[in-house]
């Protein structure tokens, strides 16, 4: 999209500042906004044991169903478990499914999408496959894997990761089949330089900016996919207490008390959003017609 | 042109042929016996046995793909585990409300995300364009459930405006159907609209750039008039193209929203079968939506010539 020095513009900064990379990103507030939420949820995370939290599993069905209170900071469930508890221990699965799936997709994505960009034959067969794959919506091809296997976290990030890979390669492929016609790589073949060179030297990293922010948005979708898994009960097995889990649990509940539904619903809504800002923060930075402004 | 209609129809066809190899494949692909698994844990012998031959499991495996791809040129999904019903009819029997939600949310999300993202464009850097791309950034973050469910808080328990959820058909009447529509509509077309506001502020702020468009204003042309009638017309491209590739999308909050309001709709129907591990019911609903995103996108490249009259094939 190019929508990046009108984005700028919205954020009230004139012009691109100079100074390079770092005083841009320090005067990107969207960017510095979603990266300061996501510190914090990942914190969150690490540090659950430590925030006045309890076992998010223990039951105690005299305690069932209690409105949030300064005992129980956003009530109980309909076992009598602390919904604060299970929302922070939450954080842990949904930012493992996130971050797994990006990590795992991109690196899939960019060997796939590197072969097929050099590779003609290779090109045509793979990318009609690919092509297929992504006519089918990502979280069907996650829920006829899913319904397949037994339902474990690391089965729900094989399953999202595999209907993440299609979309990451043809980026990377095209990124690649754009870079491979320009001057520099030329020139660095006409000079001689071996193959694996001009891969490793001049197109690995030039495909690694867009690769991040395809990541950003590919770790918050993934945490979507995998709450929604959940909720439909196709996902992390229910002894974990992922977010859409907890959600799961409090659907039939939802009129008495929403509570249950309401706080991790918050909770990913935040966490999407801080990636999403992140991203969209990424791109405007890395954005190479914006860089040659700078 | 008329070439160019018969090639684009037949390209879909190897898209088409991946996709149903795909499904086809999945059974097999998937670790284990697939007639184990999808008997469940708590199967007898028998109970597998009679799976696996009720499916052709038994049989080999390039026999298993000439029959069912026979089956599926003739209509034939085959026959569900659970209920012993075809699967087609199955699904012919829920395409009616989830083709209602669809069709509502696509004329809602794009009556309303286009004018935004033309304002958003037009004003740009105001606080109109603020809102509008505050709304696209919340619309892609906030997941369709939970949407859903404080709208259900808001007009539903809160207030006793709209029902619940459920499903009323036009037959049924006019406001029962439009007051159980009108939740599912907005959650689901949320990240839709969203997805063409942005794509419409953006093409529009390219196309607004354009010398052409200040020679329009410098003719004294009426603001509506330079912004529907010369820049909408040219921005239109990317926006077709951003609503077919936003159908996936739409495909996947369907499955969500119609359980959260209790529409008996193909989404039910998936979510039904995932917990009875039906599987010819999720191998032929997968078919049936990419058929349609396919189709779909069909058309949005269709339309491009009659969108912009400069592009010819």
Known sequence: ?294 | MFAYIVRRILATIPVMAVVALFVFSLLHLSPGDPAVIIAGDTATVDDIARIRQKLGLDQPLYVQFVTWVWGLLHGDLGISIFTNLPVSKLIAQRVEPTLTLTISTLLVSILAAVPMGVLAAWKAGSWIDRVVMVFAVLGFSVPVFVLAYVLIYVFAISTDLLPVQGYVTIGGGLWPFLSHIVMPTLALGMVFAALIARMTRASMLDVLAQDYIRTAQAKGLANDKVLIGHALKNAAVPIATIIGIGVAALISGVVVTETVFAIPGLGRLTVDAILRRDYPIIQGIILVFSAAYVLINLLVDLSYTLLDPRIRY
Do not use: C, K
Request: without cysteine; glycine residues 8%.
């Open chain 1, 1 to 294: 999209m190019t929508v990046a020095p009108t984005d700028l513009a919205l954020l009230g900064l004139p012009a691109v500042p100079r100074g390079g990379l770092r005083t841009y990103i320090r005067r990107h507030p969207t960017m510095i906004i979603g990266g300061v939420l996501l510190g914090l949820m990942v914190l969150m995370a690490i540090f659950a044991p430590y925030l006045g939290t309890v076992d998010p599993q223990a039951l105690s069905p005299i305690r069932r169903l209690r409105w949030p209170s300064a005992q129980y900071w956003f009530g109980t469930d309909m076992l009598g478990r602390d919904v604060y508890s299970r929302t922070v221990y939450g954080a842990r699965v949904s930012l493992t499914v996130g971050i797994s799936v990006a990590l795992l997709a991109s690196v899939i994505g960019l060997v796939i999408g590197l072969v097929t960009g050099f590779s003609r034959w290779t090109d045509a067969i793979v990318m009609r496959i690919m092509d297929g794959l992504m006519s089918i919506p990502s979280i069907l091809i996650a829920i006829a894997l899913m319904a397949l296997t037994r339902a474990s976290l690391e089965n729900v990030i094989i399953a999202i990761t595999i209907a993440d890979v299609p979309r990451v390669t043809r980026l990377v492929r095209g990124v690649v089949l754009t870079l491979r016609e320009l001057p520099f790589v030329e020139a660095a073949h006409a000079s001689g330089t071996g193959f694996f060179r001009i891969l490793w030297r001049h197109i690995l990293p030039n495909t690694l900016p867009p690769l991040l922010v395809q990541g950003t948005f590919v770790a918050a979708s993934a945490m979507i996919v995998e709450a929604i898994l959940s909720f439909l009960g196709a996902g992390t097995p229910p002894n974990i207490p992922s977010w859409g889990n907890i959600m799961a649990e409090g659907r039939s509940l939802f009129q008495v008390a929403y509570y249950i539904v309401l706080f991790p619903g918050l909770f990913l809504s935040i966490t999407v959003l801080a990636i999403n800002l992140l991203g969209d923060g990424l791109r405007d930075a890395l954005d190479p017609r914006l860089a040659r402004r700078m």
